[in-house]
T-cell receptor
Framework: DAGVTQSPTHLIKTRGQQVTLRCSPK?????VSWYQQALGQGPQFIFQ???????QRGNFPDRFSGHQFPNYSSELNVNALLLGDSALYLC?????????????????FGPGTRLTVL | AQSVAQPEDQVNVAEGNPLTVKCTYS??????LFWYVQYPNRGLQFLLK??????LVKGSYGFEAEFNKSQTSFHLKKPSALVSDSALYFC????????????FGSGTRLSIRP
């Protein structure tokens, strides 16, 4: 049983460009969350997708957008890249089935995508 | 607003000794607390969680954590440290009314010397 997978592993972009990161959740999981982890910091919540809709969003600008597909996989898009967007981007999945999102479900993380903006 | 504090950037312990990694939290309502570990160039691995019930929670790799409501703490412990426990540890909190959002602490680097 594959865990959470993310692609690509590493990515180098220049300022102003756009990037798309991809995530496949663990089998049986229908909820995907995205986090940004800057160097030396804890992960910061970007947003979560459930039933192909954004359920909740953290304090990130509209340059950060996402999508969830019918097979529960997800994409994170970042437009107009800034140097400060350089970070490890983590995807997490969880087996939430209830529309309210059970607080007791555990989020399982992928290995991340390391984005470097030059 | 909910928040998590990990007061120690680094904890150094000799192999075989007990270890404690500290975490305090601030949240309105019932807290749901988690510990994750991160090895170099890897994602976060789930260790354990507190939802309700016994204040002492047992998790993976021999780790346990003690929930203390009066002190708003959730310290991670292990009776006998291994060199392989060396990693970055994150405490996290989740609130039911914001069920989907987890707030992470800044992390504590645990270093176990042989």
């Amino acid at each position: 049983d594959a865990g959470v997978t993310q692609s690509p592993t590493h990515l180098i972009k220049t300022r102003g460009q756009q990037v798309t990161l991809r995530c496949s959740p663990k089998s049986g999981h229908d909820t995907v969350s995205w986090y940004q982890q800057a160097l030396g910091q804890g992960p910061q919540f970007i947003f979560q997708y459930y039933e192909e809709e954004e359920r909740q969003r953290g304090n990130f600008p509209d340059r950060f957008s996402g999508h969830q597909f019918p097979n529960y996989s997800s994409e994170l898009n970042v437009n107009a890249l800034l140097l400060g967007d350089s970070a490890l981007y983590l995807c997490a999945s969880s087996p939430d089935r209830a529309s309210s999102g059970s607080p007791t479900s555990t989020q399982y993380f992928g290995p991340g995508t390391r984005l470097t903006v030059l | 607003a909910q928040s998590v504090a990990q007061p120690e950037d680094q904890v150094n312990v000799a192999e075989g000794n007990p270890l404690t990694v500290k975490c305090t939290y601030s949240v309105s309502g019932n807290p749901y607390l988690f510990w994750y570990v991160q090895y170099p160039n890897r994602g976060l691995q789930f260790l354990l969680k507190y939802i309700t019930g016994d204040n002492l929670v047992k998790g993976s790799y021999g780790f346990e954590a003690e929930f203390n409501k009066s002190q708003t703490s959730f310290h991670l412990k292990k009776p006998s440290a291994l060199v392989s426990d060396s990693a970055l540890y994150f405490c996290a909190v989740r609130r039911y009314s914001s069920a989907s959002k987890i707030i992470f602490g800044s992390g504590t680097r645990l270093s176990i010397r042989p």
